[in-house]
């Protein structure tokens, strides 16, 4: 059931402006799924400490090591049958129908484990891989889930802030997990991180009835699967294979989790080396292991600090100003610069300051951008597609990076250099791969939805306003009005001259509210040009007059007068 329409924005709406574009209606969409986002995120967290803590206690580094590459070939064989899944789910209506089933099988999981660890019987092993398949399906099932419930300018829109969710949800999932492991013990907190997860899955039909009507995505008839049977084994590989646009997708995020992870590796080598020295010149006895601990939790402070700063303030401006075709490029020019920088200044000072600027880009921007990308596609390639995107690739990456290391570093020898300079090569591919993907998003949009101008369907009155008296009106809703479904009006008002408004005249963009109050024993008219700007950047503009005088009868015409929606209310506070 459609949600209902609002045509004035909630306190809420307002304060969401501060970092984004909000149509009337859209701040309970909001608040959902930033709740959402953050109760899965912040649940994961939990049970990541739990899964950290079992493989060493139970098991040893290595069992780690070898437990970590297990979960990309259980991916190999989990695409296929969610891909069987989606075929028999996707028949219904209910967006959110996949979610709920993916998390509730999860969920169901969790209460095993719990139950089993509580009867001592030991679970490290098929928990971590276990715990490393959830870390990526149920998440990629939410992003679905709202590439498939937001249509794409509401996407380009909210998705920014609702990664906000996703990094608090993270932040404190980790602050509290350690605290809460000493407290209640590991049954518990599996318990804890069950209830937050059936907490997601109940707000999700809640959200889905949430989101207004302009704000939806449209329903697309998609054309029955006649795929051969290699196609249907094959599954979610299919799906990406198929989809020129998909596969791009697919080998960027490959490359680009190699590169982050060989980033990882570039920064640790570095903190190493920097750790022996600072050992080596103290008096103090002070030892690599605090040197260590130190640095990671001064720089993770930093930036998760940063993450979020970005995620608030620049992200969806970044969206506005260049697009997702430029947004998806910013990642890749600032490991070229970094890696550039590193191979021929190879100083640790240096190397600490661009890799928090890569990281807090990579998680923020880029972690916006990726999910983005999903907008413009079918249904099916939102969930199936996705998913194994998100699961299979991401995870083959880490595969390839355990691989490179060990071939540079172990079997040939050679100098961090290396690895530092085909990180640089991979970036300058990242970079043509990010184009290619960008200019084919923007493709599909521009096929799909062509950005039209915002046009005037109704005059603004003409209104009179006695002198030295107060008077609030609205500019009518059905003034303007954007032809794209999903996008937003900015508002601001000047004077005709392109001046300034006086101080006697108060514009609310927010409400699109006037209040007037001209000076004591004064007369005049002041024009008044009201120009409503879309997300990218097109406008139109509608003029009205505001006279003012001694007496209390408007010298404008009476059907003028009679038009005009003023009515004397109390004063409204403008920005």
Known sequence: ???????????????????????????????LMLAQVFLLLHGYYLIKLVRETLILVEGSAEVRSYANGAIAVTLIFLVPLYKLLFDYLKRGGDKSVVLRWIGGFFASNLLIFAFLFWMGIPIAVPFFIWVGVYSVMVVAQFWAFAADLLNIKTGQRLF??????????????????????EVV???????????????????????????????????????????????????????????????????????????????????????????????????SGLTTDTVISKFYGNFYATLTALQILVQLFL???????????????????????????????????????????????????????????YLPVTREEKYVGKTTIDTFFVRFGDLLQAMLVFLVAQVLGLEIGWIIGINLCLAAVLFALGNAIGRRHHGEIRHNLANMPPVTQAPLPDVYVPAG????????????????????????????????????????????????RPPQDTAGERRVVLTATDFEGLSVHAEFGIEYGPDSVPRFSAAAAAASPASPVPPVGAD
């Open 469 to 516: 008296q107060m008077l609030v009106f609205s500019v009518p809703d059905q003034a303007f009005m954007d032809p794209d479904p999903g996008d937003t009006l900015r508002y601001e008002a000047k004077s005709a001259d392109g001046s300034p408004l006086p101080a006697w005249i108060r514009f609310d963009r927010h409400n699109q509210t006037f209040t007037l």
């Open 1 to 31: 059931m459609p949600a209902p329409t609002f045509s004035r924005l909630t306190p809420f709406e307002r304060f969401l402006q501060l970092f984004t574009s909000v149509r009337p209606g859209e701040g309970r969409t909001v608040f």
């Open 315 to 373: 992200v969806s401006r970044i969206f506005r100003w260049f697009g997702v075709r430029g947004a998806i490029l910013i990642l890749p020019a600032v490991m070229l610069l970094n890696y550039g920088l590193i191979l021929f200044f190879p100083v640790f000072a240096l190397v600490r300051v661009l890799m928090i600027i890569e990281m807090t880009t990579n998680y923020s921007i880029q972690n916006t951008t990726n999910h983005t990308l």
């Open 160 to 181: 920014a802030l609702i990664m906000v969710g996703a990094a608090l949800g993270a932040l404190t999932g980790s602050q509290v997990a350690g605290r809460l492991y």
């Open 185 to 283: 013990g590991v049954t518990n907190l599996m318990l804890l991180s069950t209830a937050m997860l059936v907490c997601v899955l109940l707000l999700s039909r809640v959200a889905e009835r949430a989101v207004p009507e302009g704000s939806r995505a449209a329903e697309v008839e998609e054309e029955l699967e006649t795929g051969n049977t290699i196609a249907r084994v094959l599954g979610g590989f299919s799906t990406v294979l198929r989809s020129s646009y998909l596969f791009r997708i697919a080998i960027f995020v490959l490359l680009l989790n190699l590169v982050n992870t060989n980033g990882t590796y570039i920064l640790a080598a570095f903190l190493s080396d920097h750790a022996a020295q600072m050992v080596a010149a103290s008096t």
